[in-house]
């Protein structure tokens, strides 16, 4: 009994220790499986995170090479648009040593000069009033510099503040991230047939695109079907091709007038569309600039006063212009342009072709009809080409997603006045003033220095930085 029991016991060690001998080899082939897995996933891991880096370095050392969606830290702000009011508040910028980045939707600074103007344009005021900040036109160049003098001037500009603007990147939305406080500036570049996305972080965002972004088109009955050539004044170069051709201009605004008395000059026959009351000044008076004139009585008189004077010394120079159906605002010219923006025509010889008979003036058209055209009057004319005049208007509401400091109308809420300049959040406006070139080089002025020392105080940087500088990363999706 006792040999029994023992071998009992005996034969149920042998079982249980063959039972734990098979768990142990089961749980060490498990261990060394998992061991393996785990190997592999670092070594994943490793070449996912690699991979990552290696598209982030590529994004600093090659556009071309980078990812079509990219995420871009400014370390400074970011200036939409490379006309002359970016451009002075990249150069202001520049000299108060902080960072930027310029975005412009077409291929080449000031875009709006270099594409979308006539050619005989010249400047309508005196260039003392048209220089952007810390550099003044060359001494060779005349009273009134010619488009291509203007442009050259512009590009000296870029090329000695070392502008350099990222070309083909069309803003899609800009907009104030709430939590982080920065600004979320999101572009589309469709340059050599590759789409790329990108998106730009700053702390400020400074608007210049400017109030002549994009062409105004008016709704007009029957133009659709009009069977002749239907040109906006923005696509219009010169009058050589529409010699001999009758061509009614839409609008007598400095650009209806300059069309008109170029189609003229090229033995067109224009017919120029005057809707409204319009002022009429001389360029000149007495062989100083009417503009001139106006902001050194500015100085000592009241605006209306320097209305009265100016209206008495233009009727001096060129008679009753009312007889030729160009009738004057009730309001002063320097009246309605401080309070709605309304620039006065500078004449350059157009209305001495009206009195000659060369440009005739009509009232608002009613509808087009095939090549005729039926004004208001009644009146009804053969018409071969259309040039619309007719103006044009801020993009800013297409892509700002922005309503405190912006009116749907593109323009600030107080486009006129020092706080017309900058908004809350770290958001400024250049060039909306309406005042010109002036105005813009201001509006670059205060917007520099209000960011240079808010920039200067937190960096505490005693010397100048050469280059703007900024920090790119994988772009995320938020």
Not at 330 to 350: F, H, N, Q, R, Y
């Amino acid at each position: 009994m006792v040999s029994s029991f023992y071998i009992s016991i005996i034969t149920s060690k042998h079982y249980l220790h063959s039972k734990f001998k098979t768990i142990y080899n089961i749980t060490f082939i498990a261990s060394i499986s998992l061991y393996k897995l785990n190997l592999q996933l670092q070594k994943l891991v490793k070449e996912n995170f690699k991979e990552k880096m290696e598209n982030m370095f590529r994004l600093i050392d090659n556009d071309q090479e980078a990812a079509t969606n990219r995420c871009i830290w400014v370390n400074g702000p970011v200036i939409v648009g490379a006309g002359p009011s970016g451009l002075a508040t990249a150069a202001c910028l520049r000299e108060q040593s902080v960072p930027f980045v310029v975005l412009e939707r077409a291929d080449c600074i000031a875009s709006l000069w270099q594409k979308r103007t006539y050619d005989r344009l010249k400047l309508h005021l005196p260039k003392q009033f048209c220089q952007l900040p810390k550099m003044p036109f060359p001494e060779s160049f005349p009273e009134y510099p010619t488009k291509r003098q203007f442009i050259d001037y512009l590009e000296s500009y870029a090329s000695r503040f070392d502008i350099s603007p990222k070309f083909n990147e069309c803003v899609q939305t800009a907009r104030f991230d709430e939590t982080s406080g920065l600004w979320r500036v999101k572009t589309v570049s469709d340059a050599e047939s590759t789409r790329t996305e990108v998106e730009y972080i700053c702390r400020w965002l400074v608007v210049a695109t400017g109030e002549n972004a994009e062409r105004v088109m008016p709704e007009i009955e029957g133009l659709s079907e009009f069977t002749g050539e239907v040109v906006h004044a923005c696509d219009y170069k010169s009058g050589e091709k529409f010699a001999g051709k009758k061509v009614l201009v839409v609008g007598c605004g400095n650009s209806g007038m300059e069309v008109s008395l170029d189609l003229a000059n090229h033995f067109a026959k224009p017919s120029m569309v005057v809707r409204s009351s319009v002022h009429v000044m001389p360029r000149e008076i007495m062989g100083k600039s009417t503009f001139e004139l106006a902001m050194k009585m500015l100085k000592w008189f009241p605006l209306w006063l320097v209305d009265k004077i100016l209206l008495v010394l233009c009727w001096f120079v060129l008679g009753n212009i009312e007889k030729y159906g160009l009738k004057r605002p009730k309001m002063g010219p320097m009246e309605l342009k401080s309070a709605k923006g309304k620039t006065p025509v500078l004449d350059i010889g157009a209305l001495e072709k009206i009195r000659s008979g060369k440009i005739d003036v009509v009232p608002g058209v009613k509808r087009f009809n095939g090549n005729r055209v039926e004004l208001v009057n009644g009146e009804e004319l053969d018409v071969d080409s259309v040039v619309l005049a007719t103006g044009y208007r801020s993009n800013v509401p297409y892509w700002l997603q922005e309503s405190e400091f912006f009116a749907k109308n593109g323009f600030p809420k107080t486009a006129i006045g020092n706080s017309g300049w900058k908004g809350r959040t770290g958001l400024y406006a250049v060039g909306f003033t309406r005042r010109g070139l002036s105005g813009a080089s201001m509006d670059a002025v205060n917007i520099a220095q209000d960011i240079g020392s808010v920039w200067k105080l937190e960096t505490k940087q005693p010397t100048k930085r050469s280059t703007a500088s900024h920090r790119r990363c994988i772009s995320q999706q938020f």
